[in-house]
């Protein structure tokens, strides 16, 4: 009954670091995985297919909601399949090589209207890092490697550093940038990627200082990205 209710406050916390009511259950989970083993056993004719296809599907959405490629940008499409190859790359444990976050701003001047849509698009980063790392704490707290005391402290350190992990990204490069008109306003959606690998680092160090800094046992943080 413990380990039950361990459990849901830690999907709970997912739910607030990610801020969306879709955290993702172990069901879901599991169907990702699904679908990554899928994507991977692909060919390159046929994951260049499947890129082509979803790129242009989306691309006529959203040119049908009056969006359009921002000055001196590629073309909708190409953005869009660019966006869907590193969507598709995943390393050898089928983690994806590359975190999306995906924000939208409304300003009267478009570049403010980008650098707010950027700031948010890199809180979203953040959250699915949380969710990711929360995600870890579960599977430990199931296979009896983490005590409830423990895994609430990981999920607590998580909680507070999310912010930091957000600040940490710094500059990143919009993979897709596009924008339709507001009457007299600009709507801009960017849609950014980071490399797994190096924000997860950056994560795990800010994890640590969290720790550290409440008297816990940062080895735990070690021990919880299996190293």
Known sequence: ????????SLLMCSIMMCNVANAQSKDELKKIRKEREAIAKMTSDELDDKVSKTAR????????????????SLPLERQ???SYNMQYEFDDNLMPKYIMGEARSVG???DAAK?????LAKQELAGMVAT???ALVEDKVENNQLSDEEAQSLVQAVTTGNQLISQSIGRVVPIVEIYRDKGKNKEVLVR?????????KKAKEIVRKEIEKNGGNADK???MFGE
């Open 1 to 8: 009954m413990k380990k039950s209710l361990i459990i849901g």
């Open 57 to 72: 599907k989306e691309a006529e959405k959203l040119e049908k909601e009056g969006w359009k490629a921002s000055p001196g």
């Open 80 to 82: 869009l399949d660019r």
């Open 108 to 110: 009267t001047a478009y």
């Open 115 to 119: 650098m707010q849509a950027m700031t």
């Open 132 to 134: 990711e790392i929360t």
């Open 192 to 200: 950014v990627a980071y490399r797994t690998d190096l924000i997860m």
């Open 221 to 223: 943080v070690d021990d």
